[in-house]
């Protein structure tokens, strides 16, 4: 039983309802200890929608099935990174681990943050779920990392194949600066040349307070059939209107980019200027299938209407994984154990089939060429091809 040190400690508790409802637990779990689980991600800073894409997608998953799984009841310890600065992600899973016991880290916003935690998560022997960043080497950081996101790499992949197929001749790469930029950067400019595909020029905006105009007036002088772009989530409104202020549409310029750039939550936000932009990625809210139009509907009641982006899908995801392998271990929360259970694991996900590779420790996925279309009153990403069992390509 926790004692009232712990019960004032600064964290923010997920599914209180969800448990309140529940039936009372049989006898044999009345003692178990919970799972803790320490979920760092930004919810303030630049990165924000990461945040609360993912917190409402693990309240929401905590409301479906209950707070306890396999007789442990399921405690989620939110933390606030702030999405910027690796040395704070690194303190928070140290906190975690060593001050709040937390037996699983889950969360990871950027990059930069996730490889902060790694070392953590090896030295204490906890599974590390990362749901959102994207970067293809993350799992190699630690032998306790299991991603459910994506990798930039694995949706960059099929978009390049797809550009040359389609009577696009050059292209410039425009990203953001850091490890998943680098990575899309890398793997379009491979793919694209081997399909016969002309790459004119690569351009880099800096990751913190980006100014894309300067960069965009470039592209416009270069005249390339079309601009290949990723920013992470929350910056693709920005690069949408600084494209049509800056006259590239209007020179005829094609964009096409990863799904990051039409984040489901921005699409509102970001309005005409999307309409017409091909991408490619491995979850939309316009998702065809029974499972996603049931999950967008649930998202958004339970979250004020908010429309559910990827990253909210990792997460979900990510819950589920470890409620499997909870009920695999049978409640045994030993890290060596509850990964051994998740290595391997496959279902059918609201974006399709997922499974985890058991020699990488990352996840397979379909991938999705889509194209943002007006659908109902707003603008969503209508799938109209797909890459079923895609892995990481690495770089």
């Given at each position: ?6 019960r ?26 919970p ?23 693990v309240?929401l998953?905590?409301q ?39 037996q ?6 950027l990059?930069?943050?996730a ?18 960043a994207?970067?293809?080497?993350i ?9 459910t ?14 550009a040359?197929?389609n009577?696009i001749?050059?292209?410039v790469?425009?990203v953001?600066?850091?490890g ?10 491979k ?10 020029d ?8 980006p100014?894309?105009a ?36 209007a ?5 096409i ?37 049931a999950?967008v ?8 209407g ?6 909210s ?5 990510g819950?589920?994984l470890l ?12 890290g ?22 058991a ?24 799938e ?5 069992k ?6």
């Amino acid at each position: 039983m926790r004692d009232p040190i712990n019960r004032q400690r600064r964290q923010v508790l997920l599914g209180a309802a969800a448990l309140s409802a529940l039936p009372v637990l049989p006898a044999f779990a009345a003692g178990a200890e919970p799972l803790k689980v320490g979920l760092i991600v930004p919810m303030s800073g630049p990165f924000a929608s990461t945040g609360r894409q993912i917190e409402a997608a693990v309240k929401l998953y905590l409301q479906q099935n209950g707070a306890s799984v396999a007789g442990r009841h399921v405690e989620i310890i939110l933390k606030d990174d702030g999405g910027v600065s690796p040395d704070v992600t690194k303190r928070l899973a140290q906190e975690l681990v060593m001050r709040d016991k937390a037996q699983v880290l889950a969360g990871f916003g950027l990059t930069p943050l996730a490889f902060a935690a790694a070392p953590v998560a090896t030295q204490a022997r906890v599974p590390m779920i990362v749901m959102a960043a994207a970067t293809s080497v993350i799992p190699q950081r630690s032998p306790y990392i299991v991603r459910t996101g994506f990798t930039l790499a694995q949706v960059t992949a099929p978009l390049a194949q797809w550009a040359a197929r389609n009577k696009i001749r050059s292209v410039v790469t425009l990203v953001s600066d850091y490890g998943p930029g680098l990575d899309a950067e890398k793997v379009f400019a491979k793919v694209f040349s081997e399909g016969g595909g002309k790459l004119v020029d690569s351009v880099r905006a800096p990751l913190r307070n980006p100014d894309y105009a300067p960069f965009l007036a470039r592209v416009r002088d270069l005249k390339p059939d079309a601009l290949f772009v990723f920013v992470p989530s929350g910056e693709g409104a920005a690069v949408l209107k600084q494209f049509t202020e800056r006259g590239l549409a209007a020179a005829g310029i094609r964009l096409i980019c990863t799904g990051d750039v039409l984040d489901d939550d921005l699409m509102a936000s970001i309005g005409p200027a999307a309409a017409g932009v091909v991408s490619s990625h491995h979850y939309s809210a316009a998702h065809a299938s029974a499972e996603n139009k049931a999950y967008v509907a649930a998202f958004g009641k339970a979250s004020q209407g908010m429309r559910p982006n990827f990253h909210s899908v990792g997460a979900y995801d990510g819950m589920h994984l470890l409620y499997q392998a909870l009920k695999r271990t049978g409640g045994d929360s030993d890290g060596d154990k509850l990964l051994a259970a998740m290595k391997g694991m496959a279902w059918t996900s609201v974006r399709g089939p997922v499974s985890i590779d058991a020699a990488s420790r990352d996840i397979v996925q379909t991938v999705y060429l889509r194209k943002a279309e007006l659908v109902g009153g707003g603008y969503y990403n209508v799938e109209f091809d797909q890459v079923e069992k895609v892995r990481d390509p690495g770089v």
